[in-house]
Every structure is written in C-alpha cells, then in structure tokens.
C-alpha cells in the first residue's frame, strides 16, 4: 500500500501594522497572536509586512489556501503605496477565488477592492467589548458553526472607520447599533469581520493605554473602553470556530 503524503495547507498573514513593544515582548509579535488565534498544527504560516511593502511575488500567490489580513492604524480609504498595492493583491486574490478573511482594517479594504464605500464611523470611534447581532438564516454560517447559530456574540472593537455602503455582492452577516455592518462574506471566498477575534483584554488594555498617551483619545473615553470587559469577555472560541471554519473549507453539512 502506497502512502500518499497529505499537503501541508499554507497561509499567509499580511501584517498592516507595527508590533508594539508590549506584543513583542509578550507574544513575540502580532504573527503569533493571529497564528495561535487561526493556526492550526501541520500548517505552514508565513508573514508579510505589507505595512513596509512586504508582498508575496503574484507568482507564488496560488501557493497559499488562505490569507488573512490584520487591522492597523492607517486608513483603508487611503492612497499610500502600501494600501494602493494591497489593494491590488486582493483584486487578485478575489480573482483566483482565494480565501481571505479581512479583520478591521483587512474587513474595510476588501469593502474597498469590491466596490463599497468606506469612512468615519458614523456614530464615531468605538473601541471596547461589544456584544453584535448574528444573522441566523444564513446557510453558510450554519454550516461553519456546526448548527446552531448563535444570536450575538461578543468581539473587542477597536476602531474609528467603518464601511458606509456594501459591495453589491455582499450578504450582511452580522450588525450591531453601534455599527450597521459588523461583518460579511461574498460568495465562499470573501469573509470580513469589522472586531478583533484575536485580541483579548490585555492587548485591548495596552492599545487603550498607548492611544491616551499620544493624547489621541480622552481619558473619560479610555475608561469607558476599559470598563466594558468588567464583567464580560469575548467569545473567542466561537469566533476561532467560524473563521478557522472558513480559512480551512470546513463547513459541516447541516
């Protein structure tokens, strides 16, 4: 009998942010945290700084079964070269019908690449626990979660643009009365999700703290932010079930 050896799946992170002091020193960089967030053993992660113009060749992009795209400090609606061009790779990527899973940032970007609008948040910056609305009659959310479709669920937000008017081919997947368009998916290929499901509180507390620092946020708001994991946190493990799910092809027939 032959042994047929199984490929390795391979990933990619395209990183839009800088690590911070606090996540170097305690995860090793923002790498780690999607990895242990997304990744799975037997998998092949590899990173790209895009944030400094750190890009796969377009011929080696059909190595990878999934990308991920990171949140980050800059603005999605923005021309620098980075942006223009990570714009360019996800026109691409959306081409070959590769699976990307936009986070924040990554959510507004691929907005942007698809034909959407994206802005200030309309009722401002959010950041903090938030508890968002699911879509319950969706098939594809079923399938990823196994069944039961949880009603809410709650993500750390952190972030003060959001997408103002869909892609024609978008299906909301989620809402919340902070946000109308929490997350969404087009086609099988395509998932955005506007919170963080990688962060925990440490990492929310820490980006609080360095935003009050710069003096880019007021102390009351920081507080707020701060006050909304009192006695709450978010579902991590669902949240790691419905984009591993997705990343991975895995969605259980119902």
């Not at 037997?42 to 990173?47: C, I, S, T, V």
């Not at 113009?53 to 980050?72: A, Q, R, T």
């Not at 946000?179 to 499901?197: K, N, R, T």
Request: charged letters at 30%.
């Amino acid at each position: 009998m032959v042994m047929v050896e199984q490929k390795k799946k391979r990933f990619a992170l395209f990183l839009a942010t800088s690590d911070s002091d606090f996540v170097k020193k305690t995860y090793g960089g923002y790498f780690n945290v999607f990895v242990s967030t997304f990744g799975e053993e037997g998998e092949q992660w590899d990173l790209f700084r895009v944030i400094d113009g750190d890009f796969p060749d377009e011929k080696d992009l059909d190595k990878y079964d999934g990308f991920v795209i990171s949140g980050s400090p800059h603005d999605a609606f923005a021309d620098a070269d980075w942006i223009v061009k990570l714009c360019e790779v996800c026109q691409k990527l959306d081409e070959m019908k590769k699976k990307v899973l936009g986070i924040c940032f990554g959510h507004q970007i691929i907005t942007r690449v698809k034909g959407g609008k994206i802005g200030r948040a309309r009722k401002g910056a959010d950041m903090g626990l938030r508890r968002i609305s699911i879509a319950k009659d969706n098939e594809k959310l079923r399938g990823h979660f196994g069944g039961e479709v949880p009603a809410s669920l709650a993500i750390i937000k952190c972030h003060q643009d959001e997408v103002l008017e869909l892609p024609e081919s978008a299906t909301v997947l989620a809402s919340s009365e902070i946000c109308e368009v929490e997350m969404f998916s087009i086609g099988d290929h395509l998932l955005c999700i506007q919170g963080h499901p990688e962060y925990n509180k440490e990492i929310l507390f820490e980006i609080v703290d360095r935003v009050l620092n710069m003096k880019r946020m007021e102390q009351e708001f920081a507080d707020k932010a701060k006050s909304t994991m009192d006695t709450a946190q978010p579902d991590r493990d669902l949240w790691q079930k419905l984009c591993k799910s997705f990343l991975k092809g895995r969605s259980e027939q119902v």
